[in-house]
């Protein structure tokens, strides 16, 4: 193994459906789920019995994460990438500058890109990355961050760059704003985009600072906060025209199946709402799937928003599947008739406090096929779940990273569909192999 790397190895039998929850009857019932507790990391030197566990599970041997990064990166907040042949991997740190990361696993000592951007929040600064399907041909990337300037500040922003050659390492172009939506003071802001299968782009946007009581709007459709949006930003693009974002130069349609295209006094932008804090979401390229992890005050909630399925996830009037605020009944979603969540927990269980949305893992992995891969950004846990019964069974693997505050920030795919995590808090980049 490359001597950069820091190996650890991940103990989990990962048998679809079939995970065993070890927690207290009385947590796991609270919680709506089944969980196991973290394995105890089995040093490297001892690959026979990882091998026998993975094997059961029709796997080829362990699964491991090993840390690429290892210093030169402060605070990353999010990894991609740009899915051009290049090996590349792009990570955001969140004072407002891309670093690429090459496929020698090496960190580019010059940023691809900088932008002043607002960091006076923990929550706040250069948020979200996403590639244009078509980025080796057309040059187009687009970022979410939290604005500083003149004419963007107490907002979040959307901006499309177009790089006049896609295979530089530093970025030449010019950039445009695309939208941007008021009223994102300090946390609780979102700021994650990617493109779904259908080619349009997704930007989950949070309700903004304050309790429940204080977020009526994110149950509302005459606003973008609390949603996930959902535009079409390709040449041509053509739909409804009732937009609420401020527009800038670059160009966006409302696709019109969105929920409320077309619809006078509503947002034509939203896709889902009903949400506080989306930090981070993907969606299964297999099947369009939109898996969420939202941010609660008492509750973290993962969510599937399937085709057919109400787009109302429930904030502020349930968190994950109690009431809000608290009547102890567990039955929001059948009185609200909106969407719950398939896996939810409170926070400070088992040292958990702020869910971090990943992705279904689409990779070589065979323990791992079909898995929704997440964390939490205090526990450092590896989350690895299968939906069985409606609800996400899941497994709990040690990571190899210590329990802290924003540890475990985000999840994202290399071309080979292997899932990368950055550390907030150390400025690692990591791989699971």
Known sequence: MNPRFL??????ALLPGCAESAAPADAATAAGLEAAPAADAVPATEPSAVSALFAAAGGNGPIRVEQVVKSGLQFPTAVTSPRDGSGRMFVLERDGRIRIVDRDGKLLPEPYYTRQVTTDDIEQGLLGLAFDPDFRSN??????????????????VLRRLQASDPAANRFDGKDELLMRVEGLVANHNGG???????????????????????????SKTDNLLGKILRVDVRDGASGERNGCGQKGGAKYAIPADNPFAGKRGECGEIFVYGLRNPWRFGIDAANGDLWIGDVGKDREEVSVVRAGDSRDLGFPRCQGRHAYPSTGATDCPAKTGTTGPVFEYAGGDQGRCAVTGGAVYRGALPALKGAYVFSDS??????????????????????????GYGTIASFGEDEDNELWFVNHENGGVYRIR
């Open 7 to 12: 190996t650890a190895v991940l103990v989990a």
């Open 378 to 403: 205090c526990s450092s846990e590896l989350l690895v779940g299968r939906v069985s019964g409606g609800k996400l069974k899941v497994d709990s693997i040690d990571s190899g990273i210590a329990p």
């Open 192 to 218: 994650d985009i990617h493109f779904g299968p259908d080619g349009l782009l997704y930007w989950a946007v949070g309700a903004g600072t304050g309790d429940p009581a204080d977020h009526v709007h994110a």
């Open 139 to 156: 040059g187009r990337l687009y970022i979410a961050y939290s604005g500083a300037s003149e004419g963007e500040r107490y907002g979040l």
